[in-house]
């Protein structure tokens, strides 16, 4: 049966027969209240999340995952704490001048297992970390890969169909960080040595994240000077909040509108808190495409009745601004063309037209209507489903949370774009990630504009694949999403940046 799948945050699950690398495994002491005995000198990060999210043998690992990964894995390139892509196995690269080959020489090392880092590994390691993205919206982002391959013992060249300028960005996501040799699958991936810029270790109630040696495979990013330990922890955000302001722990990472209130109402942490200029998709995508919500009018209809004003105005951030597209304005490949859906009509109009609809449904079917969805319950959750209710009310439809594990009839969406573009918004929403109200047209003209070289058919292409995706209505835009972090006094280990995730290795570096 289709059903909507949630590619990038989903957040995995531990079963009694993974097989897990020990070393990456998060003992479940840390989701025990309690004291935290970390380390002297080491500096206390939380990230929110749970234990599950520190393994390491996921293709598709959880967000709160990711800047461990990152950690502890090492892909050809790399983010600093800007954002800002930084070398990783490879030391330097050029392009070409038609944009169509990268071409990487890589840094003389070697692997945590002690074997040398070669171009012939390398490129086996990648290319299998790309096809394991395949059924993944991230395999999407990497159609134009056309070939991968060793041409020297420090030289992998990466060929593509038609230009791709982020594709340094993509190289550098912790989803294509690479094990030393095997297949990127859970049978083996979590064992695998890597290259990577920290080593981590179990340490009383969390992991112990250490800089890897000079010589031994650290990452030529490693911070430079004097460094120290970090002690992780993955935790809920209201105990991570509360010992940020108990002073237990220095650093609190994965924040979200979920848990926007536990931070901002904090008296303690206001001067602490940090928002992430992130964009990205946050809105509701139809998971069951049955019923009243078979039919693209009627999916039409609850995107007609949210009032998003009233919902910006619940959350209370300054310049959270509500959306109805499903691109955001100004990413390359957006020419302008497609605006904001139903401007001119007002809120009573659009609610009148949604509730003729549902009308003629319960005329039809002879019951009342009742929509479900799945999502998080979470204080910002809370808020945003409150004001859902009221607006599904209004057109004459009951709205039901089910848990975030289950299945509903919708889904909260809350993700981050991993890069500046149209292709990657419209790849989030095609049927390699939303089944049951997705539009296959509209990814025909995805694909076709990701491998065409003129940029202005390119733009031609997204825009009508745009307008063909918002067509089937599988996706109903609220907002763009919301990252948060609190942080002490850090000098350049943390840095608000676009990404909304924040890597580990710069907070190693002691300040001053």
Known sequence: MAR????????????????????????????????CNREQGALGVALIGTAADARDDQVNPSEAGLP????????????????????????????????????????EGY???????????????????IAAQSDLPLGRDLLPVTAVRAMAERVVEIDLAAPQPDL?????????????????????????RTAGAMTARAFNDGLLLLPARKGAGGDPGTPAGATR???????????????????????????????????????????????????????????????????????EA???????????????????????????????GDEGAVGERWSGIG?????????????HWRKLSGKPLTITIAMTDGPGSRLVLAQLQADFAAIGAALQRVPESGHGDLRLVDLVARYP??????????????????????DALVEQAMREADPLRRSQLLTRAEAEITAANGFIPLARPIRWLMARSLGAGITPNPWGWHPLPPLAQTPG
């Open 4 to 35: 909507f799948r949630l590619h990038y945050r989903q957040r995995p699950r531990l079963h009694s027969g993974s097989r897990l690398h020990l070393a990456l495994l998060l003992p479940l002491l840390a989701l025990l209240p309690g004291a």
């Open 68 to 107: 461990l990964r990152a950690a502890t894995r090492a892909g050809l390139v790399g983010f600093d704490a800007e954002g800002r892509v930084v070398p990783g196995l490879a030391e330097r690269w050029i392009v070409t001048a038609d944009g169509t080959s990268y071409i990487f020489r890589l840094r």
């Open 111 to 129: 692997w945590g297992g002690g074997g040398r880092i070669t171009a012939q590994a390398v490129a086996q390691s990648l290319k299998r970390a």
């Open 168 to 192: 340094l960005t993509l190289l550098a996501q912790p989803e294509l960080t690479l094990p030393e040799t095997g297949r990127v699958s859970s049978s083996n991936a979590g064992r695998a």
């Open 229 to 299: 330990a970090l002690h992780i922890e993955f935790d809920r955000a209201e105990r991570a909040v509360e010992r940020f302001n108990g002073g237990a722990v220095d650093v609190v990472l994965g924040g979200t509108i979920d848990s926007l209130p536990l931070a901002t109402g904090s008296r303690l942490t206001r001067g602490n808190l940090l928002l992430d200029p992130v964009t990205g998709l946050y809105g509701l995508a139809v998971e069951r495409a049955d019923g009243f919500l078979a039919e693209p009018p009627n999916r």
């Open 302 to 332: 609850l995107a007609l009745a949210v009032d998003r004003d009233a919902l910006v105005a619940r959350i209370g951030i300054d310049g959270w601004q509500p959306t109805t597209r499903l691109v955001a304005p100004g990413m390359d």
């Open 347 to 359: 809120m009573a109009q659009r609610r009148a037209q949604a509730a003729q609809r549902v009308a």
């Open 421 to 442: 573009r149209a292709t990657w918004f419209l790849n989030q929403l095609s049927c390699a990630a939303i089944r049951p109200a997705c539009n296959a047209v509209g």
